[in-house]
Nanobody, 112 residues
């Protein structure tokens, strides 16, 4: 059974930074791509960033230049460093392992 637990969310001011973490249980972490998604209130969930098992990364246009995804396979953890945060980044952020497994989310609120 794979479980994903996000942490690091919270309240930050416009222009601030946060780092989200997602810790995975089980032994399949290192063999799978990891992604970050977000869902703002009243909107559909959207993809933010992805990192392959080898460390290749890709970002949504909204995240490019501000967010950095990374992973530590020894710790079964993926990170999302978010800089220059804006109120429109306010959302619940979810991590995803492979195609099937989702975390429960971490709320990020950016105040203006």
């Amino acid at each position: 059974q794979v479980q994903l637990v996000e942490s690091g969310g919270g309240l930050v001011q416009d222009g601030g930074s946060l780092r989200l973490s997602c810790a995975a249980s089980g032994s399949i972490f290192s063999r799978n791509a990891m992604g970050w998604y977000r869902q703002a209130s009243g909107k559909q969930r959207e993809w933010v960033a992805i990192i392959t098992p080898d460390g290749d990364t890709n970002y949504a246009d909204s995240a490019k230049g501000r967010f950095t995804i990374s992973r530590d396979n020894a710790k079964n953890t993926v990170y999302l460093r978010m800089n220059s945060l804006k109120p429109k980044d306010t959302a619940v952020y979810y991590c995803k392992l492979g195609l099937l497994y989702w975390g429960k989310g971490a709320l990020v609120t950016v105040s203006s």
